[in-house]
Each structure stands twice: as structure tokens, then as C-alpha cells.
């Protein structure tokens, strides 16, 4: 199995455009997050589906900010309009489920950069 | 609202060394206690885990030390070697579903 896949892996936008992250998980697991890191804040969750469904979007930032699973094998994050301080790097991790806690695997993450 | 305090920052430790990196948390409900390892440019990857009906756990050359009176815990990595020199994170995970990461421990192994 290939991992968790994420692209773009650096993207460098200006302030105000639209960015969407992309991200496939493994095959077969049933949970996907959505993580940001930074060197102030850390690793923060911002949001996890369970079989494509959103259950706690509760890390989400701010209206900007939005998630989708469309189904088991993608999932975009998508912040628009997009400003300097969200740059940082966004993971996503899948989880094999089907119960939770269980390892996560994490991806090789998007380094996001706002000018 | 902070809810798991990992320490120290950064440590630097002589090859064949001890490493030791401590957490501690405020809720008594966690139930899962997972340390991650993070290399630069790289995802964390799962290390070693532990529940609270053990007090110790080891693999290799990693320990997870459990002190469920004390709300600590703690990674021990013995005979340290250089490819060990990464980022520790702890984390604890809640009922909510959501796994809640420490600030992470910069570990340099000097040869």
C-alpha cells in the first residue's frame, strides 16, 4: 500500500485566493483527520469523518475553512479566502477503524505558505 | 484550554544514552496514551502506545511508563542512536473521538 497520499506537498498562494488541500487514505480505513502544525500551536486536529461523514468539525478555524469527504478515497480541505496566518502544514491521517482509538497514519503533509 | 503538558522542549543526549521524555495530563477519562515520532519534512508515525490498565509497556529500545495516580506518563528510549534524533510527541486520546497532541520534544542524539 502506497500510505496516505496528500498533494500538493508545498503550495505558496497570496492572501485572499482560494487553496485546496487533497488527500486520499488508505484503502479500507474508515476514518480520515484533518490536522494543522505550527511551530506555536502544535499538531491541532480541525476536523475527522467516519465512513465519509464529518463527526467533529469542532478544530475548524473559522468560516474560511471548510471539509469534504465525497467518498472513501479523497478528501479535500479548502480555505478561501486564504491569509498569511494560515500558512502552516496541513496532515491528513487514516485511521483502519472500526472502532477508535487505533493507530493513525499520518501523511507526508502540505506545506502551505500565504503571502 | 491545554490539556497535556509534554516536557522537555528539546533534549540532547550522547549516543548509548537514556532519552526521557515525560507528558503530563489534566483528565482522568483518557483511556489511550500513544507517542508519536516525527522526522522532518515527514508525518508523525505511531512509536508505542499504552492503556491505563498497564503501567508499563516496552518495544525494543522504547518504553512507555504509566503513572495513572500521578495523571503521567512517559518515553523512555534506551541506547540511543543518532537515527533516533526527531520529534516526540505524546498525545492523549478522549471519548470525543479526537486524539490531543503535547507540544512535542526535539530529540538530538550527538555520535
Known amino acids: 500500500d502506497a500510505g496516505v497520499i496528500q498533494s500538493p506537498r508545498h503550495e505558496v498562494t497570496e492572501m485572499g485566493q482560494e487553496v485546496t488541500l487533497r488527500c486520499k487514505p488508505i484503502?479500507?480505513?474508515?476514518?480520515l483527520f484533518w490536522y494543522r502544525q505550527t511551530m506555536m500551536r502544535g499538531l491541532e486536529l480541525l476536523i475527522y469523518?467516519?465512513?465519509?461523514?464529518?463527526?467533529?468539525d469542532s478544530g475548524m478555524p473559522e468560516d474560511r475553512f471548510s471539509a469534504k469527504m465525497p467518498n472513501a478515497s479523497f478528501s479535500t480541505l479548502k480555505i478561501q479566502p486564504s491569509e498569511p496566518r494560515d500558512s502552516a502544514v496541513y496532515f491528513c491521517?487514516?485511521?483502519?477503524?472500526?472502532?477508535?482509538?487505533?493507530?493513525?497514519?499520518f501523511g507526508p503533509g502540505t506545506r502551505l505558505t500565504v503571502l | 484550554q491545554q490539556q497535556v503538558k509534554q516536557s522537555p522542549q528539546s533534549l540532547i543526549v550522547q549516543k548509548g544514552g537514556i532519552s526521557i521524555i515525560n507528558c503530563a495530563y489534566e483528565?482522568?477519562?483518557?483511556?489511550?496514551f500513544p507517542w508519536y515520532q516525527q522526522f522532518p519534512g515527514k508525518g508523525p508515525a505511531l512509536l508505542i502506545a499504552i492503556r491505563p490498565d498497564v503501567s508499563e509497556k516496552k518495544e525494543g529500545r522504547f518504553t512507555i511508563s504509566f503513572n495513572k495516580s500521578a495523571k503521567q506518563f512517559s518515553l523512555h528510549i534506551m541506547d540511543s542512536q543518532p537515527g533516533d534524533s526527531a520529534t516526540y510527541f505524546c498525545a492523549v486520546f478522549n471519548q470525543g473521538g479526537k486524539l490531543i497532541f503535547g507540544q512535542g520534544t526535539e530529540l538530538s542524539v550527538k555520535p
Open positions: 491521517a487514516s485511521v483502519p477503524g472500526p472502532k477508535i482509538p487505533d493507530t493513525q497514519y
Open positions: 484503502s479500507g480505513h474508515d476514518y
Open positions: 469523518f467516519n465512513n465519509n461523514v464529518p463527526i467533529d
Open positions: 483528565n482522568t477519562a483518557f483511556d489511550y
